[in-house]
């Protein structure tokens, strides 16, 4: 019989969404229990009451892929509770959640940033400090920019836009 699946949450940054990144995260699911082992062998098991299975932690490193959105499901397979009677083992489904960040918002690929510039600013153009997940950039305003208006900087993020 297969195994059932196990579901767990994992929170990650903002800005680990944009970049990727790897977490160890603490699961518990279910295993053989040493008894099925012929040489253990016991008609009265009392770690997992003739069950055959037994409930234990496991640390598992995962690679949570770059550009990743929150509510985005990974699979791994084989992870999840043990099959038995040589069934497959389930999967381990992580529900991965992305904190918000102050100021920034997804679309699609593209990463959106609000700013608010002076009206000095907006008249001459300026040069403004952008906090992006590769450190802050250089955006040039240019002179006579309307409140609204969207400024692109390429690559940044996930994608030429
Ligand atoms: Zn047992």
Request: with cysteine; net charge neutral.
């Amino acid at each position: 019989m297969r195994g059932s699946d196990v579901y767990t949450t994992v929170e990650i940054a903002f800005e680990e969404s944009i970049l990727g990144c790897r977490k160890e995260i603490t699961v518990q699911h279910e295993e053989i229990c040493p008894c099925s082992n012929e040489e253990n062998r016991t008609d009265n098991c009392t770690i997992c009451n003739n069950t055959g299975k037994v409930l234990k932690k496991f640390i598992y490193d995962i690679s949570i892929p770059r550009g990743i959105f929150s509510g985005q499901v990974l699979k791994i397979k084989g992870k999840g509770n043990v099959g038995i009677n040589g069934g497959e083992n389930g999967d381990l489904v992580i529900n991965i959640q992305v904190k918000q960040k102050k100021g920034f918002a997804r679309t699609g690929q593209d990463v959106v940033y609000y700013m608010t510039i002076s009206f000095p600013q907006a008249v001459l153009g300026a040069v403004i400090n952008v906090p992006t997940a590769y450190g802050t950039v250089n955006c040039e305003i240019p002179a006579g920019i309307k409140p609204g208006e969207q400024l692109c900087l390429a690559g940044y993020f996930f994608k030429n836009c």
